[in-house]
């Protein structure tokens, strides 16, 4: 007999690696996860072999990267797209709604429209499958997950199919103790300088709040059917400005579509970090500041000639009229941006000009009669 360790040939390996370098400040939580998905490659299961892979809550409070988590999974198992369904739980508040997501019983309303959850996504294999604040749901929409963890399949009432969900992940988010977590993040007075110990001491808290918030919700046979409760932890300030770097970084990708690629100083990048951190928003704010303070000025600046294309700009603060400190934007042409630009131009003409061709081709009353061919597909009105 030999001591057995851990080798290096699991390919989840490189799906560890890029959540850690996308889900900053979670840690913990993609470990739990990778613990999770690493049971279900084998399909161990403890002798309930028809349960989905995995049946996951993610939890913790809003804007810590719990949506955004799932869905890098899924790019990452279907690099080719296909194999991720959101379901937006919010929508299904009430009892009637939820038939939306199994179909119309036959003689009702809308029986040809296809449900919501589709057997083409979810009998993929390793689909990932997201409810998203499960939380705000109807306690039927409850059932039919309570059904879908324990038996892994359900029947849609349209057609009598049966929709197996046994290769699927699922995986849902819940906010549930929200506002507990907040008051206790502003009793501990989390902010943009807190270190990093004491974020961590306040996640570990914030965990034992929605675990207790998540008790007083969903029934104890419900919870019970969870494969793992991984808790997602408040974002600290250095978290936070990774988050950012990431967000510019992504931003730049559409900028460069116009030849502009865009820098900011690092007290730039403090004011903006400054204003769009709260800790009871997590990340979400950063994105709303980015769009406010450098990409509308930016969006301006260029549609007025203020900065042509082909520019490589830099963003300063400098303090206003008012005392209120502002950005200022600096650019220089250069030639490399200035090829791609005119590259990218032509590459919109072109593609304008094909679309133009198109329309032309098309014979009168063609365009109308996809559109009302694609309307009676999805359960509406065909055409006469």
Request: hydrophobic share 40%; with cysteine.
């Amino acid at each position: 007999m030999q001591k057995a360790v851990r080798g290096n040939a699991n390919p989840l390996d490189h799906l560890e690696a890029y959540l850690r370098e996308t889900i900053f400040g979670q840690n913990r939580a993609i470990e739990s996860l990778l613990r999770a998905l690493n049971r279900a490659r084998y399909g161990f299961s403890a002798g309930h072999a028809n349960r989905p892979r995995a049946a996951l809550m993610f939890l913790g409070p809003t804007g810590v990267g719990k949506s955004e988590c799932a869905k890098r999974i899924a790019a990452v198992l279907h690099p080719n797209g296909g194999g991720f369904l959101k379901i937006d739980c919010s929508l299904f508040a009430h009892g009637h709604e939820v038939s939306a997501l199994l179909g119309a019983p036959p003689s009702y309303v809308g029986r040809e429209q296809k449900p919501l959850l589709d057997p083409d996504v979810i009998e993929q294999d390793n689909a990932v499958v997201l409810f998203d604040e499960i939380e705000k749901g109807h306690h039927e929409l409850w059932n039919l997950l309570l059904q879908i963890m324990e038996d892994g399949e359900i029947t849609l009432l349209n057609s009598g199919r049966r929709v197996s969900f046994r290769k699927s992940v699922i995986i849902m988010t819940t906010n549930v103790g929200a506002k507990e977590m907040v008051d206790f993040i502003d009793r501990r007075h989390i902010g943009f300088t807190t270190p990093a110990r004491d974020v961590e001491q306040t996640g570990e808290r914030i965990y034992s709040i929605g675990f207790g918030a998540l008790q007083r919700v969903f029934s104890p046979e419900w919870i019970n059917r969870l494969d793992e409760i991984i808790a997602f932890r408040p974002l600290n300030s250095e978290t936070v400005g990774r988050v950012f770097d990431r967000m510019l970084k992504e931003a730049n990708e559409k900028y460069l579509e116009y030849g502009v690629f865009v820098e900011m100083t690092p007290r730039a990048r403090d004011h903006v970090l400054h204003q769009g951190f709260n800790p009871r928003f997590g990340a979400r704010p950063l994105r709303n500041q980015l769009l406010k303070e450098v990409e509308a000025p930016l969006a301006d600046l260029m549609a007025s000639g203020g900065i042509p294309e082909g520019s490589k700009v830099l963003v300063d603060v400098v303090a206003g009229p008012s005392g209120h400190q502002d950005l200022e934007f600096y650019f220089e042409q250069t030639p490399e941006l200035q090829a791609l630009a005119a590259k990218k131009r032509e590459e919109r003409e072109r593609l304008v000009e094909e679309k133009r061709r198109e329309r032309a081709e098309t014979p009168p009353g063609g365009a109308e009669t996809t559109v009302g061919t694609a309307s009676g597909a999805a359960g509406g009105t065909p055409p006469h």
